[in-house]
């Protein structure tokens, strides 16, 4: 056999190597793409048997009052937390706790405003009240279009939760670490012995001050301490103390338990957002950082209106300002200027809050 029929057998070979090669590669490929869409069924189904436990609720958009921000890397969802006695979340239910959660889907990096519920604000069709009474007055709907109405926002996602949801997701959690004072644990045993006998269940009291692991009516019994210090504005700092120390457990926890977390927790709540919105969110949930945690108006005076005790931003106009500049301002660079919507509502009311004062 001469040198040229050798090279040329020898290309032959090869070149049969290389076609085979790349049968079992695409057989490869082939198998795993099918075990990727096998998986990727079975955890779609997994998950959507899990958030089909969920209430859902949309919401009326036209009557939403959405101000466009232009906001491209962030996702606000404002979060109501209510005691409802027959987990009835929908309305005629004043809602204890509002948090807005904002969400920079860029950097992960997740802020939370608590709302103080007796802040004096305009609802559409019952004047001015306390903010904390939309969410009674018409749900979600006008509840979302109360912020963005009185504070230019671009709210149309929302979570409302059972607080006795709440207490079940700490248990499950083993607890959360709080630092409380001497002051505030008769409150806390108080409040939590409340929802305990609505739930027929029996209370463990809290024995002592200091750094105390709460269980799940003890932690919802904290955060709804009012009768001390300075009420709403600071049940809003325990209510936002409680949703991060949660947060930072649920980074922390097995799949067991993240299991029967989710088992407890979304027959007790109620949303406009769907499967697939839900699960987009929740697949960074462990690579999300709390940076801030605040409560609105940051400032503030206590005082009266149609003979109800309220919180008057001082003023609603400077608040908003700093609002967006805390929660958007690394996207918007310039000081946020508010519509001359909330200018009016500003000026009016200021003019009640000085009214009070003669």
């Known amino acids: 056999m001469d040198r040229a029929e050798q090279i040329r057998r020898k290309q032959l070979r090869e070149k049969r190597r290389r076609h085979r090669r790349k049968i079992i590669l695409r057989r490869f490929f082939a198998l795993l793409i099918l075990f990727t869409i096998i998986g990727g069924t079975c955890i779609y189904i997994y998950a959507k048997s899990k958030l089909d436990k969920v209430q859902r609720e949309d919401v009326d958009r036209e009557k939403l009052n959405i101000v466009d921000l232009k906001l491209d890397d962030y996702y606000n969802i404002l979060v109501f937390g209510v005691d409802s006695r027959v987990n009835d979340l929908r309305k005629n239910t004043r809602s204890d706790s509002m948090i807005l959660v904002s969400i920079n889907t860029r950097s992960k990096e997740v802020k939370l405003t608590s709302f103080y519920r007796d802040t004096y604000v305009n609802i559409d069709g019952h004047d001015y009240n306390k903010l904390g009474h939309a969410y009674a007055y018409g749900g979600a709907t006008l509840a979302l279009g109360t912020f963005n109405k009185n504070f230019d926002l671009d709210l149309d996602s929302y979570v409302t939760v059972n607080f006795t949801g709440i207490a079940h997701a700490v248990d499950l959690l083993g ?16 409040y939590g012995r409340d929802i305990a006998v609505i739930n027929g269940v029996k209370y463990s ?14 932690a919802v019994g904290y955060a709804r301490i009012r009768k001390l210090g300075h009420g709403d504005i600071q049940r809003a700092s325990r209510q936002r103390v409680i949703v991060s120390a949660m947060l930072d457990k649920i980074k922390k926890t097995d799949i067991k338990t993240i299991d029967k977390l989710l088992d407890t927790m979304l027959p007790q709540i109620l949303t406009n957002l769907d499967n697939k919105t839900i699960l987009a969110l929740a697949k960074d949930c462990r690579s999300y950082t709390i940076t801030e945690s605040a409560g609105f108006p940051y400032d503030y005076k206590g005082g009266y209106a149609k003979k109800a005790a309220v919180v008057f931003p001082v003023t609603l106009y400077d608040n908003v300002v700093k609002l967006h500049n805390n929660l958007f301002g690394d996207e918007k660079k310039e000081e946020y200027v508010p519509t001359d919507n909330v200018k009016n509502i500003s000026e009016y009311i200021e003019k009640v809050r000085n009214k009070g004062k003669k």
Request: proline share 3%; glycine share 10%; net charge negative.
């Open 175 to 190: 607890g959360v670490e709080v630092e409380i004072t001497e002051e505030e644990v008769p409150y806390i045993n108080e």
């Open 205 to 218: 009291k809290v024995e002592k001050s200091g750094l105390v692991t709460l269980s799940g009516y003890q």
